[in-house]
C-alpha cells in the first residue's frame, strides 16, 4: 500500500547553470505534520495553507486525528489543505503506532474471518433495500507533487498545452480539462447530488455527470457496490488477501487484510477489456464479517501512459425499515495521470526533463472528497421515504 514512488523526484545531479530550480514535495509522517502544525501556531490562515500545500503524507491519517487536527487550524483555506492530505492519504497504511499490538490470528482464525466476510457479501449485502442518500461532494484539482514554477509557467501557455501535455483520458475516467491551481491541489467545485441503490446492483448518481465529470460529456464511474460485488470474490476466495494487522475502528476493534489482483475490466460495448493490476485494504468486522473499509489502487496503461485511479469507502451503520445496516459514510476518489509526455518522446522532451530535474513526468491529481447521509428508503414516484437514523450513522 505505500505509494512513494509516485512522489520522489529526481535526484540532485550537477545541470548547467541555466538549469531550473528543482521542485521539492515534503513527504512527512504524520508525528511530523502535527509537529509542524503545532510550531506553526499563531500564522495566518493563508500561510499555513500555502505551507500544507507543499506537503504529502507517507502515512494514513486517520479521520480522529484529522477532526483533532483540524479544530485546531485557524481558517479555511488551511482546512482545505489538510482535507487534501488527509484525503490523498486514505490509501496508505496507518502508522505503526495506530495499529493494535494485538497478536496475529492463526491460519484457521484468518480463514475463518474471511469466510464470514465472503458470507457478509453474498448474504447481508444481498440484503440491502432500495435507497437514496446525499452525496455532499467536494472535488480538487492540482497535482500529486510541487512542480517548478518555470514548468508550470510552460504549461500553461498554448503551445506547451500542445507540445507538452499527455494526451487526454479516456472518456469513462475522464476528468475534464486539467487545471494547474495556484496552490498543488485546490478545490475546484462543491455540489450536492442525490445518489440511488437499487436492485441490490449498483449506486448511481442522480446527476449529468460522473465521477470526475467533464465539461462536455459527464460519465459515471462511482459504482463502488457493484465493484465490490465482483472483486471481492475473486479476491476472498482466489486466496488473495493476506494478513495485514489490527486496528481500532469507530465501533470495535477490526482485522486489515490486504489484497492483490489482476482484474480483466470489460470496456464501453464493442470494444476490448483491459487488464488492471489492483492492490488494497479491507478492514472487516472478525465477529461477523462486514466490511467496514475497503481501498482500492487500480493501475494500468493506456498507449503505454500509466493510469492510476484509487477509491476508498468507509462503511457506518444506519437502520432502515426497522434494520440496522451498513451502508457508505465517506468515499474517497483519486484519479492520476501524466502531466507530460515520456522524455523519449523527442529531443524538446528531454530537454525540458533534464531543465527541470525530472526523472518521470509530474502526475495530475484529480480528487474527490464525497460525505454520504440523509439516508431514506427508495419508495416509487408519489409515495413519500421515511427515513430512520441510527445512533452512531452517518
Known amino acids: 500500500m505505500r505509494r512513494l514512488a509516485l512522489l520522489v523526484l529526481a535526484p540532485a545531479i550537477a545541470f ?64 482545505e489543505q489538510l482535507e487534501v492530505l488527509a484525503d490523498e492519504s486514505a490509501f496508505l497504511q496507518l502508522p505503526r503506532g495506530d495499529m493494535l499490538p494485538d497478536p496475529v490470528p492463526d491460519a484457521v482464525t484468518q480463514t475463518a474471518m474471511l469466510t464470514r466476510a465472503s458470507a457478509y457479501l453474498k448474504d447481508d449485502m444481498a440484503r440491502w433495500p432500495n435507497f437514496t442518500a ?26 506547451g498545452m ?67 460485488l465482483l472483486l471481492m470474490p475473486l479476491v476472498l476466495h482466489g486466496g488473495k488477501a493476506v494478513w495485514g494487522h489490527w486496528e481500532q475502528g469507530a465501533w470495535g476493534r477490526l482485522a486489515v487484510f490486504r489484497f492483490a489482483a489482476s482484474v480483466n475490466y470489460a470496456s464501453t460495448a464493442g470494444q ?25 489502487i487500480r493501475r494500468w496503461e493506456v498507449n503505454d501512459y500509466p493510469r492510476e485511479y484509487d477509491t476508498v469507502v468507509e462503511f457506518g451503520p444506519v437502520a432502515m ?20 509526455k515520456p522524455r523519449n518522446w523527442n529531443e524538446e522532451m528531454e530537454k525540458i526533463y533534464r531543465k527541470f530535474h525530472l526523472d518521470e513526468s509530474p502526475q495530475q491529481e484529480y480528487l474527490n472528497d464525497v460525505r454520504l447521509a440523509g439516508y431514506r428508503a427508495y419508495e416509487p414516484a408519489g409515495v413519500q421515504g421515511t427515513s430512520l437514523a441510527a445512533k452512531g450513522a452517518p
Request: glycine share 8%; hydrophobic share 40%.
Open 321 to 340: 425499515s426497522g434494520t440496522r445496516f451498513l451502508l457508505p459514510s465517506r468515499r474517497v476518489a483519486m484519479f492520476l495521470t501524466p502531466i507530460l
Open 162 to 228: 500542445r507540445m507538452l501535455r499527455s494526451p487526454a483520458a479516456e472518456n469513462w475516467e475522464c476528468p475534464g480539462e486539467p487545471r494547474l491551481p495556484s496552490r498543488r491541489v485546490d478545490p475546484i467545485e462543491r455540489r450536492s447530488v442525490q445518489m440511488l441503490y437499487r436492485r441490490g446492483h449498483s449506486v448511481r448518481a442522480m446527476s449529468t455527470g460522473g465521477e470526475f465529470a467533464c465539461a462536455k460529456s459527464g460519465v459515471n464511474t462511482s459504482d463502488d457496490m457493484e465493484e465490490m
Open 134 to 159: 446525499q452525496r455532499e461532494i467536494t472535488r480538487f484539482e492540482g497535482t500529486a507533487t510541487v512542480i517548478a514554477p518555470g514548468l508550470r509557467d510552460d504549461l500553461e501557455t498554448a503551445v
Open 16 to 79: 548547467p547553470a541555466f538549469a531550473a530550480k528543482p521542485a521539492v514535495t515534503q513527504l512527512v509522517t504524520v508525528a511530523q505534520l502535527e509537529s509542524a502544525l503545532a510550531s506553526s501556531r499563531g500564522n495566518s490562515d493563508g500561510a499555513l495553507a500555502k505551507q500544507l500545500s507543499e506537503m504529502r503524507l507517507t502515512q494514513r491519517l486517520s479521520e480522529m486525528n484529522r477532526a483533532r487536527l483540524e479544530a485546531e487550524l485557524p481558517g479555511r483555506q488551511a482546512r
Open 272 to 296: 476490448e477489456g483491459r487488464m488492471v493490476e489492483v492492490e488494497g485494504e479491507m478492514a472487516v468486522d472478525p465477529e461477523d464479517g462486514g466490511i467496514v473499509r475497503l481501498a482500492q
